[in-house]
């Protein structure tokens, strides 16, 4: 016999300590929409509230209402707080940029004129587009710059899907150790040293690491590195230092994580790793949000007695006048629908139970499955009072 706790979602957007709130899990398992959807009843519910995207679909900003989203916050339209339009309560959305994320650091830290050598730089055009890691650390450079602004009552951060939503708890350490001093004396060695050899070593050692250096051939790899570093140099420290920052943040009191997962066997095996990689981490985990559960108007009537039945109806449908054989045939095709639906129901259950059973700590709220995908604010506020555990408010 498993026990578990539930999950209160209200309890915890409606705590004023609640700043951050960082939805993970793997790919088509609504993660986004619940981001958003939390974005808005937090909203509603009377806080400022700006929700982070850095997943690559354009769901949220349709779901959202708006035509695009960008690396600038922006105002959702027809959110309706507890005091009405005019309350406390406002809802803004935007998505990572990374580059322009990067760039953003880079002249808000560095004099007009180094900073033009960096954003012109051959090296750092690729390292800003395609670097490991870049996205995630960029991810928590806006994080910390939008928790440093003190504009926002709750931060919600939707992740990218997959295991990699968890890369960004790595970024500190991964860009950092690019970025570190002695790798920085290793890359300036070159220039002294000089010949083949130094010119295999790079492609060789960075090019394993960085992965964009492909992009660059011949000696003019070389002069564009050198002058990237000797740019940078002074910046270094600042990157992991924010990184630590964020990182640390993202530990403290006012953080919580929600792992997003559907009742499948896939999904929750994904959940499980999320939980124990934030328990490593020490981070702190504040529920499982169980996504597309499937229910029914008709919880008695049991998968075996609806085949039967169906079985019934279509071996005597033969006997019954032509009107009545199709209304049996109709009410047939019904009832293994419902037979349908019941062992999903039961085969989802057995699949939420052996997580339990392992997790009995991990609160879980379940939002029932729609008949449609959301598109607009409305479908957001029907997730979100499912969240809160309301059919209706």
Avoid at 125 to 145: D, H, N, P
Avoid at 168 to 185: E, H, T, V
Wanted: charge should be negative.
């Amino acid at each position: 016999m498993t026990t578990e706790q539930e999950l209160s979602v209200d309890r915890l957007i409606d705590d004023p300590r609640t700043r951050i709130v960082v939805c993970c899990g793997s790919g088509g398992v609504g993660k986004t929409t619940t981001a958003a959807a939390i974005g808005l009843r937090a909203a509603e519910r009377g806080r400022r509230t700006v929700v982070l995207t850095i997943d690559p679909a354009r769901r949220l900003a349709q779901s959202m209402g708006l035509t695009e989203l960008d690396n600038t916050p922006r105002p959702v339209k027809g959110v309706t707080g507890p005091d009405g339009p005019d309350g406390p309560g406002e809802l803004h959305a935007m998505m990572l940029d990374m580059k322009r994320t990067f760039d953003e650091v880079v002249i808000a830290h560095a004099d007009p004129e180094r900073a033009r050598a960096i954003l012109e730089n051959p090296f750092y055009q690729s390292l800003s587009a395609g670097f490991a890691g870049t996205q995630e650390y960029m991810a928590m450079e806006k994080l910390g710059q939008l928790r440093a602004t003190g504009a926002w009552d709750l931060i919600v951060v939707d992740t990218p899907p997959s295991r990699s939503a968890l890369d960004f708890l790595d970024a500190p350490s991964r860009l950092g150790s690019f970025l570190d001093g002695r790798i920085i004396r290793v890359l300036m060695a070159p220039a002294k040293v000089g010949g083949r050899g130094a010119m295999k070593f790079l492609n060789v050692g960075v090019g394993m690491v960085t992965g964009t250096l492909g992009k660059i051939f011949g000696s003019q790899l070389l002069t564009d590195l050198q002058t990237f570093v000797a740019a940078m140099d002074s910046m270094f420290g600042g990157f992991r230092e924010r990184a630590d920052r964020t990182y640390q943040l993202l530990k403290a009191e006012g953080t919580a994580f929600l792992v997003v997962a559907a009742p499948e066997r896939d999904a929750l095996r994904e959940a499980a790793y999320f939980v124990d990689r934030l328990a490593a981490d020490e981070m702190p985990l504040a529920g499982l949000v169980l996504n597309r559960v499937h229910g029914t108007g008709a919880p008695q009537l049991s998968a075996e007695r609806a085949h039967a039945a169906a079985q019934s109806l279509e071996e005597n449908g033969a006997e019954h006048e032509p009107g009545q054989a199709d209304a049996d045939v109709l009410a047939a095709g019904l009832l293994r629908l419902h037979a349908e639906r019941m062992e999903v129901m039961v085969r989802e259950r057995r699949t939420r139970d052996r997580f339990v059973s392992v997790y009995p700590d991990v609160p879980i709220v379940e939002v029932p499955a729609l008949a449609g995908d959301v598109h607009d604010l409305d479908g957001l506020r029907l997730i979100g009072h499912r969240l809160g555990g309301t059919a209706e408010d």
